[in-house]
């Protein structure tokens, strides 16, 4: 009888067994087609079980539209999945190109190069590519143009300069104005071809004084500023165009300790420290046209999302501005910083570009 007893708890051991592994194979299953189900739609290469790295490296740095950059990317990289690394060069031409070549050879799948403005950085871009890594480069040398796959982003300079001049020429129809630019840049190049175009199609503004350094440009501007409205009393300068925000900055300072408040600037971009700069008490910088950062980082990892996913992508691709004007800002109930700007401005951080179905539901995968 012990026997015949041993036997039976021996076959009822091995039948829960059985069950168990059955139940637990159907529940891998279940889980592996509720998986499938919710990526329905996601292109492949986005579905591997291997998270897709990517570097984000910006040669320019240590200011607020930075860091709104690099933070776009990394939200943008982050809900798509991805593994995002940043880094800014701050200016420091050796520190950029050799971070490049580490994420190289690191081999990343994707890199985002910002403000690459020399051959070199078309050179590594050439070299990156060689290896397989995708690259999406933005306000950089045109010479990647000639390099198969890579995509060139950037503002829409060209709508940037003419938003800003048209405001001055509407408001300074005949005027003596100050030029804040600096070559070397594409986007520069860019803004500089609209004002030349804006000075021979309006005669009666004329330009009086002009600067730019790129280096410490908020400080440099400011005493080169300085130093004009000490040469030119009122009447003899009406207002400054500046083609980069950190010129803006140093201007306005420049005016406000000058105590020549009959001198409007007019901008180019924006961050947190331009907006308050903006809404202080008799600011003398009316208007800035800008796009968002973060709105531009995002859009950058889109198009980088795209060709891990094999889709069709442009060797060009540009951001569409808007205007902020110093009257709107003064307009709140609170002061407007860059996370309530989209309150003052319509439209603003908002852009469906490169934006596909399948990003949604990858966002939602892997939010759960």
């Known amino acids: 009888m012990w026997l015949f007893a041993i036997v039976i708890t021996l076959l009822s051991i091995l039948t829960a067994c059985g069950q168990d592994d059955e139940s637990s194979t159907d529940e891998g299953n279940s889980n592996e087609s509720a998986e499938t189900t919710d990526l329905e739609g996601v292109p492949e290469a986005l579905q591997s079980g291997e998270q897709l790295e990517i570097m ?36 420091d031409t050796t520190s950029f190109h050799d971070t490049i070549s580490q994420a ?101 503004i004329k330009e009086v004084k002009r600067f730019g350094d790129a280096t410490d440009p908020q400080t440099k501007t400011q005493e080169a500023v300085g130093a ?14 500046a083609t980069w925000d950190a010129f803006a900055v140093g201007a306005t300072r420049a005016i406000q300790e000058a105590g020549r408040e009959e001198i409007d600037v007019y901008g180019i971009d924006v961050s947190n420290a331009d907006l308050q700069l903006m809404q202080e008490e008799n600011s003398p910088w009316k208007y800035t046209a800008a796009v968002d950062p973060k ?39 609170e002061e407007v910083n860059m996370e309530t700007l989209a309150d003052v401005v319509e439209g603003w951080g908002e852009s469906d570009q490169f934006k596909e179905d399948w990003m949604a539901t990858l966002k939602e995968h892997h939010s759960n």
């Open 56 to 91: 984000v490296i910006r040669k320019i740095g240590g200011d607020d539209h930075t860091q709104q950059f690099l933070a776009g990317t990394q939200q943008e990289g982050q809900a798509l999945g991805m593994k995002v690394d940043t880094f800014s060069a701050n200016g």
């Open 104 to 204: 190289i050879n690191q081999e990343y799948d994707g890199l985002i190069i910002s403000h690459g403005d020399d051959d070199t950085t078309v050179e590594l871009i050439q070299e990156a590519r060689d290896k397989g890594i995708e690259v999406v480069a933005f306000d950089t040398n045109e010479g990647a143009l000639e390099i198969d796959g890579v995509t060139l982003t950037s503002q829409n300079d060209e709508e940037l300069a003419t938003l800003a001049l048209d405001k001055l020429v509407e408001e300074h129809p005949e005027a003596n104005i100050g030029y804040l630019w600096v070559d070397g840049f594409p986007p520069m190049v860019r803004r500089n071809n609209v004002y030349e175009t804006v000075l021979e199609e309006n005669p009666g």
């Open 295 to 333: 709105l531009i980082g995002a859009v950058n990892v889109r198009l980088l999302a795209k060709k891990f996913a094999g889709e069709e992508t442009p060797q060009e691709a540009s951001l569409e501005p808007s205007m902020i004007s110093q009257e709107e800002l003064n307009a709140s109930d």
């Open 228 to 241: 004009w409205l000490t040469e030119l009393p009122e009447g003899e300068i009406d207002a400054i165009f």
